[in-house]
């Protein structure tokens, strides 16, 4: 599956590779290329995730907020839930379009 923005694949690895949360897939760390994602500074806390960074995305001379988001060090708790370790693991919002 691929997460592109614009013709410009951002992330790539095969669906089996791939987690599903919350109707969101989220790629392995490895298969993203983070030259296209920023650091941002937008605190949110999931109740049963823990903490997410949020990731703008860049699209040419564009830089979009907060289109991507990941759990550095989620709850361990949350394992179970999801059914894996999903550490670092990185979704994208709409603008991204994840594609097979």
Do not use: H
């Not at 599956?1 to 490895?30: C, D, H, Q």
């Not at 941002?40 to 830089?63: I, M, R």
């Not at 999801?82 to 919002?93: C, E, K, N, R, T």
Request: charged share 20%.
């Amino acid at each position: 599956m691929k997460a592109v923005l614009n013709n410009t694949v951002i992330a790539e690895a095969p669906e089996s590779e791939l987690v599903r949360i919350e109707g969101n897939w989220y790629f392995p760390p490895a298969s993203v290329n983070t030259a296209f994602l920023e650091k941002s500074t937008t605190p949110y806390t999931c109740p049963w995730k823990g903490e997410a960074q949020y990731f703008s995305v860049k699209d040419g001379e564009a830089l979009l907020q907060d289109r991507a988001w990941s759990y550095p060090t989620p709850y361990p708790s949350s394992f179970d839930r999801v059914g894996q370790d999903y550490s670092g693991y990185v979704a994208f919002w709409k603008d991204v379009q994840v594609v097979a």
